[in-house]
């Protein structure tokens, strides 16, 4: 099958790594060559730790690398079966590419956004063919996470969901069917967790290591809920809190303030180099 992923960044070069290395000619969109350079440089990275873990042969990467695309242009779309959009979470930059997808696209070609927060029922309604939109959220890092969590919006098909969990399938995924509420299953259930950490660490009861090792040893998590916040993001926590708070109307979602307030101060966690955190 062709497929097109939009964006270049951390999710969508595993997204795009995980097609091509299940035999897909994918291409990666991104708005500048430097973005896309550097999610190249990525993949090649994650496709030679694969190898040296001995989980795919070196064959198997460098086929991989060839059915990579990457491309400036959203065009070439055209001739895919399937489009996943995975650029940042903004609802108008998303709402211009799935209207311009629309005008670009085989009719009968599935448009779908890893959106981890984002009503799917908004994006499709931004197209003229909303009964083949549907969300298809992948996990941090998309190689190693074994979900898609796949999201329904009002109109999504049963034919477009029968079709995607089948490609999810494909990729050695396991496709898990959800509906269109604020943060679907995952986010819903992850992140009041991550900022009640932080609210424990606000209001002293624990230090950072000893909140992370009880959820790290107590209940098996692979990274205590203050690690994984830096590894997602402090912003991309902040953001999706807001979308459940302001989604349910409900106060059990209200955003901790120690999280707002390292936002605020640039501390976003991995990819700032300092969150919860010190990364070198
Ligand atoms: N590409 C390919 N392989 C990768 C990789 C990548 N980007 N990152 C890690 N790996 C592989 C490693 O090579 C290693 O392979 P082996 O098992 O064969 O040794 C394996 O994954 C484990 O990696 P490490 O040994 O380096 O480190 P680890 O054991 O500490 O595991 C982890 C790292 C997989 C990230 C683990 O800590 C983990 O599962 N953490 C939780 C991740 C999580 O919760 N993700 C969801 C975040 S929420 C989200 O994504 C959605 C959202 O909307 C916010």
Same mark, same amino acid.
């Given at each position: 099958m062709k497929v097109t992923v939009i964006g270049g960044g951390t999710m969508g070069n595993g997204i795009a790594h995980v097609f091509a290395q299940f035999g897909n000619e994918t291409n990666l969109v991104d708005v500048k060559q430097d973005y896309l350079d550097r999610a190249m440089n990525t993949i090649e990275k994650n496709l030679n730790r694969q190898v040296k873990k001995e989980k795919i042969a070196q064959a198997e990467a460098e086929s991989t690398l060839a059915r990579l695309h990457p491309s400036?242009?959203?065009?070439?779309?055209?001739? %895919?079966g399937l489009v996943i959009e995975a650029v940042f979470e903004s609802f108008s930059v998303k709402q211009d590419i799935f209207k311009q997808l629309d005008g670009i696209c085989k009719p009968d070609a599935i448009l779908a956004s890893n959106t981890s927060s984002i009503s799917l029922t908004k994006i499709a309604a931004?197209? %003229?063919? @909303?009964?083949n939109v549907i969300g298809m959220h992948f996990m941090n890092p998309v190689p190693v996470m074994k979900l898609v969590e796949v999201i329904c919006g009002q109109a999504t098909s049963e034919e477009t969901l029968s079709r995607v969990t089948g490609w999810a399938e494909d990729l050695d995924k396991v496709p898990v069917t959800v509906q269109d509420? @604020?943060?679907?299953?995952s986010n819903r259930v992850l992140m009041p967790m991550i900022n009640e950490a932080v609210y424990c660490l606000m209001e002293g009861v624990a230090e950072r290591d000893a909140i992370d090792t009880v959820m790290k040893l107590?209940?098996?998590? @692979?990274?205590?809920p203050l690690t994984l916040a830096d590894f997602i993001g402090l912003d991309v926590c902040l953001d999706i809190m807001e979308v459940l708070y302001e989604g349910f109307g409900? %106060?059990?979602y209200r955003p901790c303030p120690l999280l707002r307030r390292m936002v605020d101060a640039g501390q976003l966690g991995r990819k700032s180099g300092k969150g919860f955190y010190e990364y070198a």
């Open positions: 400036t242009t959203l065009d070439v779309a055209a001739d %895919s931004c197209t %003229s063919r @909303p009964q509420y @604020p943060g679907f299953i107590g209940m098996a998590h @692979p990274m205590g409900d %106060s059990k």
